[in-house]
């Protein structure tokens, strides 16, 4: 390729930028989305409102029309309060109550609560919207319900069927200048309650929920020394990409004073038992989390999911059960943490109440396995999160440090590219000496030849390890680029959102391509094309250095059928994943080409062999390496064993 084909790609590259700066919507359009869009949430949060609401109506209806029912009937007041007091004993007048609900918000969440049952009604994210604008839920109505089991005698109580009482007439809670506290009270006969408080600072996603038993010493079977908690939530969709949001979707738990752990994301239903103490557990979204955090531990603890097929409204059903040991005490209390909120890698982190305590949050986000997450947290995150600090748009932080990422492997790149010349120009070398030891067996073809690259100063493996080092890199960004909250829902040339898969055209109906999807991802198609071309480029080296040939006449075959097959393999792979993740590997392929480009002009082939033949005579005799001797010695263990077993088949015949 020529000066003015190198010239048109760098002008390619250019208008490329040029066009996404231009494309970026100016400060007057900006105000006038945000208003639209702001309209559009108030009218879905009021709509949201009227339907709550309703249903609270329709339950109250439900509720006088069997007060009617049991009028009809002509059963009194103190026989009901009777038969409730034989169920559930002291608790008997927590059993009947009115249905209110309580929010406790502040910027970051609201929540609100149920009287009956005491648990959080829904949590809605205030800074957060769906892909379809609505607003944002954790979960909503009767899709969450937390729950204890109590025994009074031989008699069992379960909280979330009965009700609890204010301990204020409020029914809304704002955390503004200071916390907002809402106690909720299931009281009973004998002056002793149940208490839920709940407490929530200012700009946090923690609500503090504190569980307290007041008077019950006495009221709570003896021969029990723990009670049973049961956590269910439905997880809600809020991504585009469903299918892709639930195979990130599942359940986290960290062990006590151990390691995390998760329920494999991909099946249809499961479920486990743990059997040692738990610090938390989280029930996880692509990129929302609820995590339910005792101040100490929790122990016989059960978490399970199950899939939703129809992945329109709901992805999976979480629940988990766990115990919390109880001393029948006059007064004891059990201290918790709801983290209800985004899975940003600095905020989880940061989370801890008391010193020394490392919760491990940050788990929740999959940064990769081994050396791929330690690329990730320890290069790729704080490089990507410098570049966001200059408030650039990220479509241009992704290019930017594309650019950093590749200048930083030219090194590699560059010596890449020479082994694979050096094996080049040796090409007609290594066609000599294998047409002169052609009757020869393979081993003195194997020496010869490695005796003509320790003489030139080549290293076979020297094009191969460099690329081996870059690996980690693209399976770190694997990782990182579908986790990264911060490009949700951000915008860049056609693509909507950065996250989530970047459609041109959807397929009409109902009609899908199994493995492929019902839309075409333009990035994707872009990345192909690049992968096709750096493949092309980087495969006619490696087929010029001899790969085919008589010894493997197929092999020239087997690298075109790859150079084709592999970019198809990726549309298939890639069409939902995150449009980010392909226009990252599009810019890295573009590079690539460039690179190598430029690296052909940098290279004059033949001034390399004069260097190799220079090289040669300057090591007639070159030392073995220990390797190398290694390997002879095992070569000629190989042939006097092969000796041996001829000769004993000779003799048996």
Same mark, same amino acid.
């Given at each position: 390729m020529d000066k003015n084909q190198i010239i048109g790609i760098i002008l390619i590259v250019a208008?490329?930028?040029?066009?996404?700066? +231009?494309?970026? #919507?100016?400060?007057e359009e900006q105000r006038a989305i945000a208003k639209k869009r702001d309209s559009l949430v108030l009218v879905q949060k009021q709509n949201h409102e009227r339907d709550s609401l309703a249903k609270i109506h329709h339950d109250e209806k439900l509720k006088e029309e069997a007060e009617i029912v049991t009028q009809d009937t002509t059963i009194s007041d103190s026989t009901i309060n009777a038969a409730l007091q034989s169920k559930y004993g002291v608790f008997g007048i927590a059993a009947k109550g009115e249905d209110k609900i309580y929010t406790i918000r502040n910027k970051n969440i609201t929540v609100k609560i149920t009287s009956r049952g005491g648990y959080m009604y829904s949590a809605e994210l205030n800074k957060f919207q769906t892909y379809d604008s609505l607003p944002l839920f954790l979960f909503d109505s009767a899709d969450n319900r937390l729950s204890m089991n109590l025994f009074v005698g031989n008699k069992k109580v379960t909280t979330g069927d009965m009700y609890f009482q204010a301990t204020t007439e409020k029914l809304d809670y704002i955390a503004e200048n200071g916390s907002a506290v809402l106690a909720l009270r299931m009281k009973a006969s004998n002056g002793g309650y149940?208490?839920?408080? +709940?407490? =929530?600072? #200012?700009?946090?996603?923690? =609500?503090?929920?504190?569980?307290?038993?007041?008077? =019950?010493?006495?009221?709570?079977?003896?021969?029990?020394?723990?009670?049973?908690?049961?956590?269910?939530?439905?997880?809600?969709?809020?991504?585009?990409?469903?299918?892709?949001?639930?195979?990130?979707?599942?359940i986290y738990y960290k062990l006590y004073k151990d390691d995390t752990d998760y329920l494999t994301e991909t099946t249809d239903d499961k479920k486990e038992n743990i059997p040692t103490k738990v610090k938390w557990i989280a029930y996880k979204n692509q990129f929302f989390s609820q995590v339910l955090i005792p101040n100490t531990y929790t122990e016989r603890n059960f978490v399970a999911y199950e899939k939703?097929?129809?992945?329109?409204?709901?992805?999976?059903?979480?629940?988990?059960s766990f115990s919390i040991p109880y001393g029948h005490k006059p007064?004891?209390?059990?201290?918790?943490?709801? +983290?209800?909120? #985004?899975?940003?890698?600095?905020?989880?982190?940061n989370i801890s109440f008391s010193e020394g305590d490392d919760l491990e949050l940050e788990a929740l986000i999959p940064m990769g396995w081994g050396i791929f997450g330690w690329v990730n947290k320890f290069a790729i995150v704080p490089l990507f999160n410098f570049l966001s600090s200059f408030g650039l748009g990220y479509g241009l932080i992704i290019l930017l440090l594309t650019i950093i990422i590749k200048g930083v492997l030219f090194p590699l790149t560059y010596k890449s590219y020479k082994s694979s010349a050096k094996m080049r120009v040796l090409k007609p070398q290594i066609e000599a000496l294998n047409k002169k030891h052609e009757k020869s067996d393979a081993m003195k073809r194997q020496q010869a030849t490695q005796k003509l690259y320790k003489s030139a100063g080549v290293n076979p493996m020297g094009g191969c390890l460099p690329m081996l080092l870059q690996m980690p890199i693209l399976i770190a960004m694997f990782r990182f680029f579908p986790t990264s909250i911060e490009l949700r829902q951000q915008s860049f040339l056609w693509a909507e959102d950065l996250s989530t898969y970047d459609s041109i055209w959807d397929f009409p109906g109902d009609f899908s391509i199994w493995m492929y999807g019902d839309h075409v991802s333009l990035f994707t198609l872009l990345m192909a094309v690049g992968i096709l071309?750096?493949?092309?480029?980087?495969?006619?080296?490696?087929?010029?250095?001899? %790969?085919? %040939?008589?010894?493997? #006449? =197929?092999?020239?075959?087997?690298?075109?059928?790859?150079?084709?097959l592999m970019p198809v393999m990726m549309i298939f792979w890639f069409n939902n994943y995150s449009a980010g993740l392909s226009y990252y590997y599009f810019l890295s392929n573009l590079i690539t080409i460039g690179q190598t480009l430029l690296i052909r002009r940098m290279i004059d082939e033949d001034e390399l062999l004069a260097s190799i033949e220079k090289n040669k005579k300057k090591n007639p005799k070159v030392k073995k390496t220990k390797f190398?001797?290694?390997?002879?010695e095992m070569q000629k263990m190989q042939k006097q064993q092969q000796n041996q077993k001829n000769k004993k088949s000779s003799k048996k015949r």
């Open positions: 208008i490329f930028i040029g066009f996404a700066w +231009y494309s970026m #919507p100016t400060e149940l208490e839920y408080k +709940y407490t =929530l600072e #200012p700009d946090s996603y923690l =609500l503090k929920y504190d569980i307290s038993f007041v008077k =019950l010493d006495n009221v709570i079977a003896t021969n029990r020394t723990d009670f049973d908690v049961s956590w269910k939530t439905r997880a809600l969709r809020h991504e585009k990409g469903a299918d892709w949001e639930n195979k990130n979707t599942t939703d097929q129809a992945q329109t409204k709901y992805l999976k059903t979480f629940s988990s007064s004891e209390t059990f201290g918790f943490n709801f +983290y209800l909120g #985004p899975n940003e890698h600095k905020g989880l982190k071309i750096s493949t092309k480029l980087n495969g006619n080296n490696q087929m010029d250095m001899g %790969g085919g %040939g008589k010894n493997n #006449p =197929l092999a020239g075959v087997n690298m075109k059928m790859m150079m084709y190398q001797a290694r390997l002879e």
